[in-house]
Protein backbone atom coordinates (compact mmCIF):
# COMPACT_ATOMS: atom_id res chain seq x y z
CA UNK A 1 0.00 0.00 0.00
CA UNK A 2 1.02 3.52 -1.33
CA UNK A 3 2.05 6.33 1.71
CA UNK A 4 1.31 9.57 1.10
CA UNK A 5 2.95 12.44 3.41
CA UNK A 6 1.42 14.06 6.79
CA UNK A 7 -0.22 16.99 4.38
CA UNK A 8 -2.47 14.28 2.27
CA UNK A 9 -4.15 13.00 5.62
CA UNK A 10 -4.89 16.95 6.56
CA UNK A 11 -6.10 16.93 3.33
CA UNK A 12 -8.81 14.01 3.70
CA UNK A 13 -9.51 15.01 7.16
CA UNK A 14 -10.26 18.28 5.47
CA UNK A 15 -12.15 16.72 3.28
CA UNK A 16 -14.24 14.60 5.55
CA UNK A 17 -15.38 17.51 7.67
CA UNK A 18 -16.29 19.03 4.50
CA UNK A 19 -18.75 16.03 3.47
CA UNK A 20 -20.08 15.89 7.30
CA UNK A 21 -20.59 19.38 7.28
CA UNK A 22 -22.87 19.47 4.48
CA UNK A 23 -24.17 16.42 5.22
CA UNK A 24 -23.93 14.64 2.02
CA UNK A 25 -27.01 12.36 0.69
CA UNK A 26 -28.25 11.94 -2.65
CA UNK A 27 -29.71 15.27 -2.34
CA UNK A 28 -26.41 17.47 -2.10
CA UNK A 29 -24.81 15.42 -5.05
CA UNK A 30 -27.49 16.72 -7.60
CA UNK A 31 -26.38 20.42 -7.03
CA UNK A 32 -22.60 21.25 -7.95
CA UNK A 33 -20.87 22.68 -4.96
CA UNK A 34 -17.43 24.27 -5.84
CA UNK A 35 -15.36 26.09 -2.71
CA UNK A 36 -11.59 27.56 -2.74
CA UNK A 37 -9.67 27.75 0.69
CA UNK A 38 -6.15 29.54 0.81
CA UNK A 39 -4.38 29.48 4.04
CA UNK A 40 -0.70 30.61 4.51
CA UNK A 41 0.97 28.30 7.29
CA UNK A 42 5.26 29.13 8.69
CA UNK A 43 7.19 26.12 8.62
CA UNK A 44 10.78 25.29 9.56
CA UNK A 45 12.80 21.90 9.21
CA UNK A 46 16.15 20.72 7.71
CA UNK A 47 16.36 18.42 4.72
CA UNK A 48 19.36 17.17 3.01
CA UNK A 49 20.82 18.62 -0.15
CA UNK A 50 23.10 15.93 -1.59
CA UNK A 51 24.07 18.53 -4.19
CA UNK A 52 25.74 20.94 -1.59
CA UNK A 53 29.45 21.26 0.19
CA UNK A 54 31.10 20.44 -2.64
CA UNK A 55 29.17 16.95 -3.48
CA UNK A 56 29.57 15.72 0.04
CA UNK A 57 26.34 17.02 1.24
CA UNK A 58 25.13 19.00 4.18
CA UNK A 59 21.75 19.22 5.64
CA UNK A 60 19.97 22.84 4.95
CA UNK A 61 17.97 24.43 7.78
CA UNK A 62 15.23 26.32 5.77
CA UNK A 63 12.20 27.96 6.86
CA UNK A 64 8.95 30.01 5.00
CA UNK A 65 5.73 30.39 4.40
CA UNK A 66 3.71 28.02 3.20
CA UNK A 67 0.74 28.45 0.91
CA UNK A 68 -1.62 25.68 0.75
CA UNK A 69 -4.38 26.12 -1.45
CA UNK A 70 -7.47 23.37 -2.09
CA UNK A 71 -10.44 23.48 -4.21
CA UNK A 72 -13.67 20.99 -3.75
CA UNK A 73 -16.12 20.25 -6.22
CA UNK A 74 -19.15 17.79 -5.50
CA UNK A 75 -21.53 16.88 -7.82
CA UNK A 76 -23.77 14.50 -8.88
CA UNK A 77 -20.83 12.31 -10.46
CA UNK A 78 -18.17 12.61 -8.26
CA UNK A 79 -16.04 14.71 -6.23
CA UNK A 80 -12.77 16.43 -7.25
CA UNK A 81 -10.19 17.57 -4.46
CA UNK A 82 -7.49 19.65 -5.94
CA UNK A 83 -4.43 20.81 -2.97
CA UNK A 84 -1.96 22.84 -3.77
CA UNK A 85 1.33 23.61 -1.92
CA UNK A 86 3.63 26.35 -2.51
CA UNK A 87 6.63 27.82 -0.82
CA UNK A 88 6.61 31.56 -0.47
CA UNK A 89 9.89 33.35 0.88
CA UNK A 90 11.66 30.07 1.58
CA UNK A 91 15.03 30.60 2.42
CA UNK A 92 17.61 28.18 4.28
CA UNK A 93 21.44 28.22 5.63
CA UNK A 94 23.50 25.13 5.00
CA UNK A 95 24.70 23.67 8.75
CA UNK A 96 28.67 23.29 7.54
CA UNK A 97 29.06 25.60 4.92
CA UNK A 98 26.56 28.24 5.59
CA UNK A 99 25.85 28.49 1.92
CA UNK A 100 22.72 30.38 1.62
CA UNK A 101 19.77 28.21 -0.50
CA UNK A 102 16.08 29.57 -1.57
CA UNK A 103 13.02 26.81 -2.02
CA UNK A 104 11.01 26.83 -4.77
CA UNK A 105 8.40 24.44 -6.58
CA UNK A 106 4.82 22.98 -6.36
CA UNK A 107 2.76 20.27 -4.95
CA UNK A 108 0.27 18.99 -5.60
CA UNK A 109 -2.67 16.53 -5.21
CA UNK A 110 -5.52 15.75 -6.75
CA UNK A 111 -8.40 13.32 -6.01
CA UNK A 112 -11.39 11.81 -7.75
CA UNK A 113 -13.96 9.93 -6.13
CA UNK A 114 -16.59 8.48 -7.72
CA UNK A 115 -20.34 8.80 -6.24
CA UNK A 116 -21.61 6.04 -6.62
CA UNK A 117 -19.90 3.68 -8.17
CA UNK A 118 -16.96 4.02 -10.83
CA UNK A 119 -13.04 4.71 -11.24
CA UNK A 120 -11.52 6.82 -8.61
CA UNK A 121 -8.17 8.50 -9.29
CA UNK A 122 -5.23 10.07 -7.38
CA UNK A 123 -2.58 12.19 -8.84
CA UNK A 124 0.69 13.27 -6.79
CA UNK A 125 2.80 16.03 -8.71
CA UNK A 126 6.02 17.51 -6.71
CA UNK A 127 8.39 19.71 -8.46
CA UNK A 128 10.63 21.50 -5.58
CA UNK A 129 14.12 23.27 -6.12
CA UNK A 130 17.15 24.55 -3.28
CA UNK A 131 18.92 27.02 -5.58
CA UNK A 132 22.37 27.52 -3.80
CA UNK A 133 25.13 29.86 -5.19
CA UNK A 134 27.58 28.73 -7.45
CA UNK A 135 27.40 25.37 -10.18
CA UNK A 136 26.43 22.16 -9.08
CA UNK A 137 24.94 23.64 -6.15
CA UNK A 138 21.50 23.17 -7.22
CA UNK A 139 18.72 20.39 -5.85
CA UNK A 140 16.51 19.43 -8.21
CA UNK A 141 13.26 17.01 -7.29
CA UNK A 142 10.51 15.53 -10.00
CA UNK A 143 8.55 12.73 -8.60
CA UNK A 144 5.04 11.99 -10.20
CA UNK A 145 2.61 9.56 -8.90
CA UNK A 146 -0.73 8.17 -10.03
CA UNK A 147 -2.89 5.67 -9.43
CA UNK A 148 -6.47 4.61 -10.51
CA UNK A 149 -9.09 1.99 -9.18
CA UNK A 150 -11.86 0.77 -11.45
CA UNK A 151 -15.65 0.67 -10.11
CA UNK A 152 -14.52 -2.97 -8.34
CA UNK A 153 -12.13 -1.36 -6.50
CA UNK A 154 -9.15 -3.37 -8.19
CA UNK A 155 -5.59 -1.26 -9.01
CA UNK A 156 -5.97 -0.77 -12.94
CA UNK A 157 -2.95 2.08 -12.59
CA UNK A 158 -0.23 2.28 -10.68
CA UNK A 159 2.71 4.92 -12.28
CA UNK A 160 5.57 6.51 -9.82
CA UNK A 161 8.38 8.13 -11.51
CA UNK A 162 10.90 9.78 -9.35
CA UNK A 163 13.54 11.91 -10.40
CA UNK A 164 16.77 13.93 -8.25
CA UNK A 165 19.28 15.88 -10.23
CA UNK A 166 21.97 18.35 -8.95
CA UNK A 167 22.91 21.23 -11.19
Known amino acids: MRKFPLERKVV ?4 ALILLTFGVSSAVFSQ ?3 TTTNEFVPF ?3 AFVPCA ?13 LHIQTHV ?3 QN ?3 LKTQFQPQGAAGVGLIT ?9 TSFTDTIPNPS ?3 TSTFINNFRFIGPGPDNNLQVHQNVHITFNANGELTSDVDNLSIDCN
Open 78 to 80: RLI
Open 53 to 65: NGGAGEFVAVSGI
Open 32 to 34: AFT
Open 12 to 15: HLTL
Open 98 to 106: GDVYHGTGV
Open 73 to 75: TIN
Open 44 to 46: AQT
Open 118 to 120: GAQ
